[in-house]
C-alpha cells in the first residue's frame, strides 16, 4: 500500500476507484447542493481542502494517536478543518455561505473524508496522504460539477449564474429539486461504469 | 509510558481537544467582528431596499441608513421609519413560518398603511427554485405601491399573463410553491396587522 506511487494514487481516486461514482459516497450532498454551479462549487472546494488538509493532519499525528481513540480523533480533525472553512465563508464571502446555509458545516458528515483518513492517511506518510486526500476531493467534485451543470442547465436556464438558454425556454422544474439529482446520479453511473466495462471486456 | 494505556490515552485526548478547539476559538474572535458587520450590512440592505431607497455600495448603504432611516422603539418592537417624497414610510422586520423553515424579511408601509412600499428578505430556506424564488426581484416588485384591501393582501394563482394591477391588492403566487405563497400571505398580512396596531391606525 505505502509503495503506490502519486500517479497511481490520482488515477484511482479519479477513475478506477472515484468515491462518488465507484464507492457510492458522500452521496447526501450529491442530492443537496448541485442545484447551482456556484454552491457546488464553493463546497467542493471546501471538501476538497477538508480531505486533504485532514489527511494530512491524521498522517502526521498518526504515531502519536492511541488506537482505541483514533476515530475520535480523526472526527475532530475533520471538524476542525470544517469550521475554519465555515468561520472563513461567513466572514469573507457571506452571501454564499448563507445560500449553502446548514450544507457547509454537514462536510464532516462527508463519509469520503472519514474514509480516506481511516482507510489512507492512518498508515501512509503526510505528503502521500495529503495527496490521496486531494484527488479523492478532486474525484468528488468533477462529478458534482457535472451533475449541477445539467441540473442548473435544465432547472434554470442559466450555468454560473449567467442566462444561456433562450428566455422561453420552460424551466423542468424537477430538476432544481432532488430527485433530479437521483435521477442525473444514476445516469452519469451508468454512462461512465459502461464506458469502464466495454474497455475492459476489450481487453 | 504506554501508547495504548489508559493514562496516554486520557493526555492525548486533552491536549489534541484542546490545541483544536483553541485555535477554533483564537479564529472565530479574530473574525467576529467582520462576521456581526456582515450581517448588520446585510439587514441594513434588506431596509434599504424595501423602503425604496437605492444605493451603490457597501460604504454608500451605510451612509445613507445612517442619515435618512431612524429608528423607534415600541415595546421591544423596532420600527424603521424614513422620510421619501414627503412621505414617511414605516418598516418592521417580520418573521414567520414558512414550508421548511422561518422566514425574515422587512416589511415597509407608508404612513396611514394603505399601501405597501416594498418587501426583502433576509433569511429563508425555502426549496430553491421554486419557494426559493420569493427572494427574485419580480416577485418582490409586486409588493411595490401595492393597495392594500380590507386590511389584507392576496396572492392568488394567475389567469392569463398574470397580474399587473397594483390597485387589487394581489400578488401572483409562485408556480410550483403553493404552500411557501401561502405562508408568505400569512406572515405579510400579520406583519400589516402588527404595523397598524404600532402606528395606531385604524382600519
Same mark, same amino acid.
Given at each position: ?29 450529491? %442530492?443537496?447542493?448541485?442545484?447551482? !454551479? #456556484?454552491? =457546488?462549487?464553493?463546497?467542493?472546494? +471546501? ?6 488538509? $485532514? ?44 445560500? %449553502?446555509?446548514?450544507?457547509?458545516? !454537514? #462536510?464532516? =458528515?462527508?463519509?469520503?473524508?472519514? +474514509? ?6 492512518? $498508515? ?80 | ?203
Amino acid at each position: 500500500m505505502a509503495q503506490k506511487n502519486w500517479i497511481a494514487i490520482a488515477k484511482d481516486n479519479l477513475w478506477y476507484n472515484n468515491p462518488v461514482f465507484i464507492q457510492i459516497l458522500g452521496i447526501c450532498s450529491t %442530492l443537496a447542493v448541485t442545484n447551482t !454551479l #456556484i454552491n =457546488t462549487s464553493i463546497m467542493t472546494l +471546501g471538501v476538497v481542502f477538508v480531505t486533504g488538509l $485532514s489527511a494530512l493532519t491524521v498522517s502526521l499525528l498518526k504515531s502519536f494517536i492511541p488506537r482505541k481513540v483514533r476515530m475520535i480523533a480523526q472526527t475532530l480533525i475533520i471538524s476542525f478543518y470544517v469550521i475554519i472553512v465555515d468561520i472563513v465563508l461567513r466572514a469573507y464571502v457571506p452571501e454564499v455561505s448563507r445560500a %449553502l446555509g446548514p450544507y457547509v458545516g !454537514l #462536510i464532516i =458528515t462527508n463519509c469520503i473524508i472519514m +474514509g480516506r483518513t481511516e482507510a489512507f492517511a492512518q $498508515s501512509n506518510p503526510p505528503l502521500l496522504s495529503l495527496w490521496d486526500g486531494l484527488t479523492s476531493g478532486i474525484g468528488y467534485m468533477y462529478v458534482l460539477l457535472m451533475v449541477a451543470f445539467v441540473r442548473e442547465l435544465l432547472g434554470f436556464g442559466t450555468l454560473f449564474g449567467f442566462q444561456i438558454l433562450p428566455n422561453n425556454f420552460a424551466n423542468w422544474t424537477i430538476m432544481v429539486m432532488p430527485p433530479s439529482a437521483f435521477f442525473m446520479l444514476a445516469i452519469f453511473i451508468w454512462i461512465l461504469k459502461g464506458y469502464m466495462f466495454r474497455k475492459e471486456v476489450k481487453k | 509510558m504506554k501508547r495504548e494505556g489508559r493514562v496516554y490515552t486520557i493526555i492525548f485526548t486533552f491536549i489534541i481537544s484542546f490545541v483544536f478547539v483553541f485555535v477554533l476559538a483564537v479564529a472565530n474572535e479574530l473574525t467576529k467582528d467582520t462576521v456581526e458587520k456582515n450581517q448588520e450590512l446585510f439587514q441594513i440592505k434588506a431596509i434599504l431596499s424595501a423602503t425604496g431607497i437605492s444605493y451603490q455600495s457597501d460604504e454608500e448603504a451605510f451612509q445613507k441608513y445612517n442619515s435618512i432611516v431612524s429608528t423607534l422603539n415600541n415595546n421591544g418592537s423596532e420600527i424603521y421609519t424614513a422620510q421619501i417624497n414627503q412621505e414617511n414610510i414605516y418598516a418592521t422586520i417580520f418573521s414567520g413560518s414558512g414550508l421548511w423553515g422561518t422566514i425574515t424579511g422587512v416589511l415597509a408601509v407608508n404612513e396611514d398603511v394603505s399601501r405597501i412600499v416594498g418587501i426583502d428578505f433576509i433569511s429563508q430556506n425555502e426549496t430553491p427554485g421554486l419557494g426559493g424564488r420569493i427572494e427574485e426581484d419580480w416577485f418582490k416588485r409586486q409588493f411595490s405601491g401595492l393597495k392594500i384591501i380590507d386590511s389584507e393582501i392576496k396572492i392568488v394563482t394567475g389567469q392569463n399573463g398574470g397580474d399587473y394591477d397594483y390597485e387589487n391588492g394581489q400578488v401572483d403566487a409562485i408556480t410550483g410553491a403553493t404552500r411557501t405563497s401561502e405562508s408568505i400571505e400569512k406572515i405579510v398580512n400579520e406583519t400589516i396587522s402588527n404595523l397598524k396596531d404600532i402606528l395606531g391606525v385604524s382600519i
